[in-house]
């Protein structure tokens, strides 16, 4: 009987060079995976595959060496832990994300609560080609949003409150981007040289320093045979629903711009990248 390598690999089963051999991609939604998660991975790497497992680029979990007749029941086995294969090919894949405010001192956002969510909404989307998501909780990006199609970056709005504040001087020597100075026994914020950093709120001992978390968004990236930083052409977004129209916008634009098997970045130059900002900044607006 013939084997349909391609509804294999849309199931997250990818051709090793050994043959009838599968390396198994799993669904891991901003790199989080539970105790019980990791246990079943591992019954199912020692029982099925080689006894080991391999860890991607983009925080996905891989088992190598899965056989071609045990498929079927590899993904029953990796369903009794709370796991499920993931995808490749053209489509939505797995949505990374640092570990955000939650947990990190420097994140301005919930970035594992915006990767569920980014997951819930678009994940294994059917598209022209592959289109990945990265959400980093602040300026340093330690999860490289700008390297994705759609990146979010987690942003601090900020705010000085004179009677709160004490002159201290810290949030002027903390800020790296000299954006913050003192002039006539005044804080003076130069919001041309601002990053949304959100350090001097952080910093602040008298709580000076208001913050208001938001979402920079970057488009076009690519990291792989031809490297592109995303930009972006948009204030930044200061609430979900915002965040999620202006989302739908950009990947709808894909999907019906994309020739099969182009990258985001390939469709909006080919297209016309004042088209899409035309198209973005009218989701942005509402």
């Not at 043959?19 to 019980?36: D, I, M, P, Q, Y």
């Not at 997951?119 to 059917?126: G, K, L, Q, T, V």
Request: with cysteine.
């Amino acid at each position: 009987m013939a084997v349909d390598y391609a509804a294999l690999k849309k199931g997250g089963f990818m051709r090793q060079k050994q043959k009838n051999n599968f390396s198994l991609r799993l669904a891991v939604v901003g790199g989080n995976l539970t105790a019980e998660n990791l246990r079943i991975i591992a019954d199912v790497a020692e029982k099925y595959g080689d006894g080991h497992v391999h860890l991607t680029s983009r925080q996905s979990v891989e088992i190598p060496f899965i056989k071609l007749e045990q498929v079927e029941e590899v993904k029953a086995a990796l369903a009794t832990g709370g796991c499920k294969p993931g995808v490749c090919g053209p489509r939505v894949r797995t949505v990374t994300a640092c570990q955000g405010s939650e947990i990190c001192p420097s994140g301005n956002i919930d970035t594992y609560d915006i990767a569920k969510k980014l997951d819930e909404r678009y994940y294994a989307r059917e598209l022209p080609g592959k289109f990945k998501f990265g959400v980093t909780g602040c300026q340093n990006n330690c999860l490289k949003a700008e390297e994705n199609d759609l990146g979010i970056k987690g942003a601090s709005i900020v705010k000085w409150n004179e009677d709160a504040c004490i002159m201290c001087g810290v949030c002027e020597k903390t800020c790296r981007e000299n954006a913050i100075s003192e002039k006539d026994g005044k804080i003076v914020l130069d919001a041309e040289k601002c990053n949304y950093c959100g350090r001097c709120v952080k910093a602040c001992p008298t709580e000076a320093w208001e913050g208001t978390p938001g979402f920079q968004v970057s488009f076009g990236g690519l990291f792989g045979n031809r490297v592109f930083k995303g930009e972006s052409y948009l204030p930044v977004i200061t609430s979900e629903e915002q965040l999620f129209a202006v989302t739908d916008a950009a990947i709808q634009f894909f999907d019906d711009n994309a020739n099969p098997g182009e990258r985001f970045r390939a469709t909006l130059e080919r297209v016309g990248l004042d088209k899409f900002q035309e198209v973005i900044k009218e989701a942005y607006n509402g």
